[in-house]
């Protein structure tokens, strides 16, 4: 005698979906934003899913007065810092999320909380130039609630070997 299982798979498949609930299931950890704290409400991207054009008016904007400092010549092993200053020039606070660069020998540190509009702030960047020789031209990029979301600074000069 054959045993057909096409009836069970049928109620099988039928009582599941009877069983699942309209309402959307929260993933383990997961919070509604309001619950996430003060910033959870300014991040948001301002490339809206239904619109066609990015929103550019209402954005958080970041505004260096350089986004490149020149050092000119320095002796290997010494470590470069510089501070880059920046405006908010948006009309939303300003939330800088990550500072990262292409390699350990260059840091950044950055204001964590938001710059309100018309504010500013520092981004620092520290370039140890331990074993480095010649032109150097390290990127930092700044990730913030901003359009576009990244902006890149640099620290640019040469490295001399006196050893040599």
């Given at each position: ?68 400092h020149v ?35 260059t840091v ?57």
């Open positions: 005698m054959r045993v057909s299982w096409r009836p069970l798979a049928a109620l099988l498949c039928w009582s599941l979906l009877l069983s699942c609930s309209s309402e959307p299931a929260s993933a383990p950890g997961y919070e509604a934003p309001e619950e996430l704290g003060p910033n959870a409400a300014i991040i948001r991207s301002p490339v809206a899913e239904s619109a066609e054009e990015p929103d550019t008016v209402t954005t958080a904007r970041i505004e260096f007065e350089l986004v490149e050092f000119g010549e320095v002796k290997e092993g010494t470590i470069v810092k510089h501070d880059f200053a920046f405006v908010n020039t948006g009309k939303t606070p300003l939330l800088i999320t990550k500072a990262r660069s292409t390699c350990g020998c950044p540190s950055y204001p964590e909380e938001p710059i309100a509009p018309g504010e500013g702030g520092i981004v620092s960047v520290a370039f140890d130039t331990k074993n480095k020789y010649g032109r150097q031209r390290k990127p930092v990029t700044i990730i913030a609630n901003t359009y576009p979301a990244m902006t890149t600074i640099y620290m640019d000069g040469t490295v001399i070997n006196e050893k040599k």
